[in-house]
Every structure is written in structure tokens, then in C-alpha cells.
């Protein structure tokens, strides 16, 4: 079974320019999450996806969006990057996501803002 | 308010010693969830395992141990026989709340370094 696969795995943007980032789940998973992790401040959640609707968000600003898709690819974008941007970015599939759902995640993309 | 501490930065060990890896956490709910994910270099989360808060038996996979104790809220990990490949960062992490506003929240990771 393929795992959870995440396209580019590296990127380099300027400030001021945006970023979509994609995300392709488990096969049969429907949520999909994404995480920034950075050395200061860990991995920390942005947002989650369900049938296509955003169904959490963490506590990021409005640069940072997401949508899926109905096959449950997802992606995220990026607007007006700034330097703290720069970090990995995660995304985990689950089934159905929640509390008590299990979640996968994939290799990252790595994006540096210069 | 939620939170996961795992005090441990760094932790090195030479092979075929046992190591444990602390997870305290925090919450006011009485139904949660922690798990314990592995992050080797390549970067990819690998899921470990996951304990509801209902249940305190602890589990054994092979080399891998995992000790819950709700009277101390902690959730140690515990690597038996230590090997180069256990070397990664280790991350704890706590899900709470209702399916339509949970958490899920990450300690800041331990680094296990197991030199040979």
C-alpha cells in the first residue's frame, strides 16, 4: 500500500512570492492534516481536510490556505512568503481523521524562503 | 491548558543499551489519545503507536516498550537493546477534544543518538 506522498520534496521562493504545496493521502484515507515544523517552534498544526471541507485550523494567519480535492489530494498555498516560512512541511492522512483517527504522514517539503 | 513536555533534548547512548524517553503531558479531558512518532533523518513521521486514555495497560513490540500512568500523566518509551537504526527524533503527542475541534499537539522531540 502506498504511503502518503508529498510533492516538491524541496523548494526555494523569495520573499513576497507564494507557494502551493500538494499532498497526495493513503488510498481510502479522506483527511488529510498539515503541520509546520521548525527548529523553534516544533510541528505545529495548520489546518485539516474532510470531503473536500476544511474542518480544523490551527492558530496560523490567512497567508496560509488549503483545499481538497475529491479524490482527497490536498493542497496547501502560501501567499506573500516571509522568512519565518521557511520550515517542513507535513501532511498526514487518516481514514476519517478526529480525535481518534491515526495519522500518516508523508516525507515533507522543505521550503526556504531567501 | 493542552500541552506535551518531553524534557530530554538529546540522549545518547552506546548500542545494546536500554534507553527510555520521557512524555509528560497535560489536559483537562478525560478522553484522549497520546501517541509516540519516530522522525529519522530522511524526515518522514513514522507512526508508532497510540493509546486511548481509558486504557493503562502497557505494551511490548519487540524491542519497543510503552509505560502509561495516568496518576503521573506520562507516557515513557522505552527502547530495549539499543541499535545504530533506532537513531531519530522522537516526538510524543497528545489528541483531545470532540472530532470536530480536536488537537493534536506535539512534544518538542527528543534526539536519540545510539552510537555504535
Known amino acids: 500500500k502506498a504511503g502518503v506522498t508529498q510533492t516538491p520534496r524541496y523548494l526555494i521562493k523569495t520573499r513576497g512570492q507564494q507557494v502551493t504545496l500538494s499532498c497526495s493521502p493513503i488510498?481510502?484515507?479522506?483527511?488529510v492534516s498539515w503541520y509546520q515544523q521548525t527548529p523553534g517552534q516544533g510541528l505545529q498544526f495548520l489546518f485539516e481536510y474532510f470531503s473536500e471541507t476544511q474542518r480544523n485550523k490551527g492558530n496560523f494567519p490567512g497567508r496560509f490556505s488549503g483545499r481538497q480535492f475529491s479524490n482527497s489530494r490536498s493542497e496547501m498555498n502560501v501567499s506573500t512568503l516571509e522568512l519565518g516560512d521557511s520550515a517542513l512541511y507535513l501532511c498526514a492522512s487518516s481514514k476519517v481523521g478526529g480525535l481518534t483517527d491515526t495519522q500518516y504522514f508523508g516525507p515533507g517539503t522543505r521550503l526556504t524562503v531567501l | 491548558a493542552q500541552k506535551v513536555t518531553q524534557a530530554q533534548t538529546e540522549i545518547s547512548v552506546v548500542e545494546k543499551e536500554d534507553v527510555t524517553l520521557d512524555c509528560v503531558y497535560e489536559t483537562r479531558d478525560t478522553t484522549y489519545y497520546l501517541f509516540w512518532y519516530k522522525q529519522p533523518p530522511s524526515g518522514e513521521l513514522v507512526f508508532l503507536i497510540r493509546r486511548n486514555s481509558f486504557d493503562e495497560q502497557n505494551e511490548i513490540s519487540g524491542r519497543y516498550s510503552w509505560n502509561f500512568q495516568k496518576s503521573t500523566s506520562s507516557f515513557n518509551f522505552t527502547i530495549t537493546a539499543s541499535q545504530v537504526v533506532d537513531s531519530a527524533v522522537y516526538f510524543c503527542?497528545?489528541?483531545?477534544?470532540?472530532?470536530?475541534?480536536?488537537?493534536?499537539?506535539f512534544g518538542t522531540g527528543t534526539r536519540l543518538k545510539v552510537l555504535a
Open positions: 503527542a497528545l489528541s483531545e477534544g470532540t472530532s470536530g475541534t480536536y488537537k493534536y499537539i
Open positions: 488510498s481510502g484515507h479522506r483527511s
